[in-house]
């Protein structure tokens, strides 16, 4: 069904360009069948030169998946809570959204029992330089690893601490307040992944953080982590999205990491609108 589509490859990479289709526009199901297959063969589709009213932008996220509402509602679009505004632009002395979010490497709700399955991130504006996202993928990260290793950690499990995280995300920011691990319980996800719908393995750790292994004593944990973490994140299983305004991206978040880039907020405005899509609980 793919192949029904016209898709560039991005390069050497695991990334697709999509020509010709218009988003806004109504679908049939052998088109949706043919998105959804290509989707997954190549983890991230760029679609360039969009016009999407937020209305729009949630009803093609309906046609792939159901819309979840996860993150802050101060930064939803009024009237539109499945759309999450990512902005440094101000309104009558008031920040229309996110100004800064998700610069370091992650997977969408890693925290969640069920995080989500994918994204949908539209440019409505974008810097001329920076603000950029990268992706990396993890499904040939573990792909590329040697077997011994894949045997020893198929089945290990790692602790997601939200309170650990923040000094690797953040270094600037102050120490969490001691009641932070009340809001923000560890959660418990495979080292690896399992692909629902196409039964290929990822690694599944998401950033540089050296998340503690189930289990493991913390001087065999640590060298593990960071062994995997050295061999995930290079140039090789990378690819970078350089933004213009009207392009969009859909990413599977099962499969791949992503983070975004710095730029001059005082020079340029960036605003862009995301749409999530519910997920299942990893295994």
């Known amino acids: 069904m793919a192949g ?27 088109e ?8 997954l063969a190549h983890a991230v589709l760029l679609f360039r030169r969009q016009l999407l009213t937020p209305l729009q932008q949630v009803r093609f996220t309906r046609l792939l998946g159901e819309p979840v509402v996860y993150t802050r509602s ?13 902005s440094n632009v101000h309104e009558n002395g008031k920040p229309t959204g996110a100004a800064i979010s998700g610069r370091y490497w992650h997977t969408d709700g890693h925290f969640l029992d069920c995080p989500p399955s994918g994204t949908l991130l539209y440019g409505k504006e974008a810097p001329c ?3 950029d996202t990268w992706f990396v993928d ?5 792909d590329t690893l040697p077997a011994a ?24 920011r102050p120490a969490p307040p001691a009641h932070q691990k009340e809001l923000w319980p560890d959660k418990v996800q495979p080292l690896v992944r399992t692909h629902p719908e196409t039964g290929r393995k990822s690694l599944y750790f998401g950033g540089i953080v050296p998340w503690r292994i189930e289990g493991m004593r913390p001087e065999e944990s640590e060298p593990l982590m960071l062994a995997l973490q050295r061999h995930a994140f290079q140039p090789k299983f990378t690819w970078i999205h350089r933004w213009k305004a009207g392009d969009v991206l859909l990413w599977d978040n099962r499969r791949v990491a992503h983070k975004a880039t710095d730029y001059d907020a005082r020079k340029y405005r960036r605003t862009m609108h995301r749409t999530t899509f519910a997920g299942e609980v990893p295994y």
């Open 32 to 39: 949706l069948a043919a998105l959804r297959d290509a989707w």
């Open 149 to 172: 290793t894949k045997a020893r950690i198929d089945t290990l499990r790692i602790v997601v601490d939200r309170v650990q995280s923040l000094p690797y995300h953040y270094p600037d």
């Open 74 to 86: 101060e930064n939803a679009l009024r009237g539109q809570p499945e759309v999450l505004v990512l």
């Open 129 to 131: 330089e920076g603000g």
């Open 4 to 30: 029904e589509l016209k898709i560039l490859p991005l390069g050497a990479s695991f990334a697709g360009r999509v020509e010709d289709v218009d988003l806004a526009r109504a679908f049939g199901m052998h």
């Open 138 to 142: 993890m499904r040939a990260a573990y």
